[in-house]
Antibody
Framework: EVQLLESGGGLVQPGGSLRLSCAASGFTFSNHGMSWVRQAPGKGLEWVSAISGSGGGTYYADSVKGRFTISRDNSKSTLHLQMNSLRAEDTAVYYC?????????????????WGQGTLVTVSS | QSVLTQPPSASGTPGQRVTISCSGSSSNIGSNTVNWYHQLPGTAPKLLIYSNNQRPSGVPDRFSGSKSGTSASLAISGLQSEDEADYYCAAWDDSLNVWVFGGGTKLTVL
């Protein structure tokens, strides 16, 4: 069974940093692209970032570009999201999700499954 | 403002058929397949439809998807109370090199 377990969320002050992790199991991690998607309280889903199976390709939403860095450790089947210069508008539940294919922009790709999410609150 | 446009709400009575639309552009829906996700309150999103019209195992055939040009639709027939959830469409955008989501549609079963 494929499982994704996020961790690392919490309360952080504006301007601060946080590192999220997503531990994966039940599949060959390096064969699949991975992604982070967030959901602000009471709002819809917002795609944040994605990374190819090898880690050689990374993609970011404009809202986080230059502040967030996605990475992966295929030897440990773990996905990371380093979040710097955090703002109040970054407050959200952050989900990690597995792609069907290695390249995030590959034809006929999709997110499945999703983890249970980790809450990040940016507030003073 | 989401790149993909969905109606914020939809409703129907048990047994009815409802459809949820998702409008995009030539660089996203017009060029790539559309996926649909549903989300029950307090839970993580789950894949409902992939590649425009394919159902993952376990998803009832009451759910169907379609795509035409730069728009896509999700249809739910034989509406049931457990279908009350938020529904999102998503697609890859070739021009922006990003994934884009619709703003979500809250489905209410009256």
């Amino acid at each position: 069974e494929v499982q994704l377990l996020e961790s690392g969320g919490g309360l952080v002050q504006p301007g601060g940093s946080l590192r999220l992790s997503c531990a994966a199991s039940g599949f060959t991690f390096s064969n699949h692209g991975m992604s982070w998607v967030r959901q602000a309280p009471g709002k819809g889903l917002e795609w944040v970032s994605a990374i190819s199976g090898s880690g050689g390709g990374t993609y970011y939403a404009d809202s986080v570009k230059g502040r967030f860095t996605i990475s992966r450790d295929n030897s440990k089947s773990t996905l990371h999201l380093q979040m710097n210069s955090l703002r109040a508008e970054d407050t959200a539940v952050y989900y990690c999700a597995k792609f069907r294919y290695s390249r995030p922009g590959a034809e006929n790709n999709w997110f499945d499954p999703w983890g249970q999410g980790t809450l990040v609150t940016v507030s003073s | 403002q989401s790149v993909l446009t969905q109606p914020p709400s939809a409703s129907g009575t048990p047994g009815q058929r409802v459809t949820i639309s998702c409008s995009g552009s030539s660089s996203n829906i017009g060029s790539n397949t559309v996926n649909w996700y549903h989300q029950l309150p307090g839970t993580a999103p789950k894949l409902l439809i992939y590649s425009n019209n394919q159902r993952p195992s376990g998803v009832p055939d009451r759910f169907s998807g379609s795509k035409s040009g730069t728009s896509a639709s999700l249809a739910i027939s034989g509406l049931q109370s457990e279908d009350e959830a938020d529904y999102y469409c998503a697609a890859w955008d070739d021009s922006l090199n990003v994934w884009v989501f619709g703003g979500g549609t809250k489905l209410t079963v009256l």
